[in-house]
Nanobody
Framework: QVQLVESGGGLVQAGGSLRLSCAAS????????MGWYRQTPGKQRELVAT???????MYADSVKGRFTISRDNAKNTVYLQMNSLKPEDTTVYYC??????????????WGQGTQVTVSS
């Protein structure tokens, strides 16, 4: 069974920084794209940033220049460095991985979510 476990959320003042981590574990054959999404209650989940196994990245316009996504393929871990945080960044952040499991299943896996709260 594959699990994605996030950590690093919390409360920070506007202008501050947080670093989110997400580790994938279990029977994993290979991981393609990993990413971070966020969702506010009542709204659709939105992409924050993604990174391929080769290191190509993509960011939402709202976070470009402030957030940096990276990954450690050896550890099956993806990170999101969030700088210059704004109150509007407050929400739950979810980790995602598109992977091929050891049981032969290719699909999307999600973490349980981590709360980020930015106070003004």
């Amino acid at each position: 069974q594959v699990q994605l476990v996030e950590s690093g959320g919390g409360l920070v003042q506007a202008g501050g920084s947080l670093r989110l981590s997400c580790a994938a574990s279990g029977m994993i054959f290979s991981i393609n794209t990993m990413g971070w999404y966020r969702q506010t209650p009542g709204k659709q989940r939105e992409l924050v940033a993604t990174i391929t196994s080769g290191g190509s990245t993509m960011y939402a316009d709202s976070v470009k220049g402030r957030f940096t996504i990276s990954r450690d393929n050896a550890k099956n871990t993806v990170y999101l460095q969030m700088n210059s945080l704004k109150p509007e960044d407050t929400t739950v952040y979810y980790c995602n991985a598109a992977l091929f499991s050891g049981t032969g299943y290719w699909g999307d896996y999600w973490g349980q979510g981590t709360q980020v709260t930015v106070s003004s």
